[in-house]
Nanobody, 120 residues
Framework: QVPLVESGGGLVEPGGSLRLSCKASGNLFSVLTMAWHRQAPGKQHELVARINTRRSANYADSVRGRLTISRDNAKNTVSLELNSLKPEGTDVYYC??????????????WGQGTQVTVSS
């Protein structure tokens, strides 16, 4: 097992910014695809950003231009910078990492979720 630990969520005013981070540790050889998903109340789970090992990123149309995903391979960490946040209530962001473990087996792991509340 490879636990993913998220951090950085919280309360932010409309138009504000926030940075989320997610770190993998333990039995891993390398991290392949990294991504962030979010779950809004009453809405479907949504992939918002994804980044591959070459740092090529893709974004959902709904967030393009406001969110930036990045990765630090040396620290097995993926981050998500949220800008120009809209007052849409509380979303829960989940990080995702596709990990190659020391035995070369590939597995998928999810973070525990971190809440982002945009409100004045």
């Amino acid at each position: 097992q490879v636990p993913l630990v998220e951090s950085g969520g919280g309360l932010v005013e409309p138009g504000g910014s926030l940075r989320l981070s997610c770190k993998a540790s333990g039995n891993l050889f390398s991290v392949l695809t990294m991504a962030w998903h979010r779950q809004a109340p009453g809405k479907q789970h949504e992939l918002v950003a994804r980044i591959n090992t070459r740092r090529s990123a893709n974004y959902a149309d709904s967030v393009r231009g406001r969110l930036t995903i990045s990765r630090d391979n040396a620290k097995n960490t993926v981050s998500l910078e949220l800008n120009s946040l809209k007052p849409e209530g509380t979303d829960v962001y989940y990080c995702y990492e596709q990990i190659r473990q020391n035995d070369m087996k590939q597995s998928e792991y999810w973070g525990q979720g971190t809440q982002v509340t945009v409100s004045s």
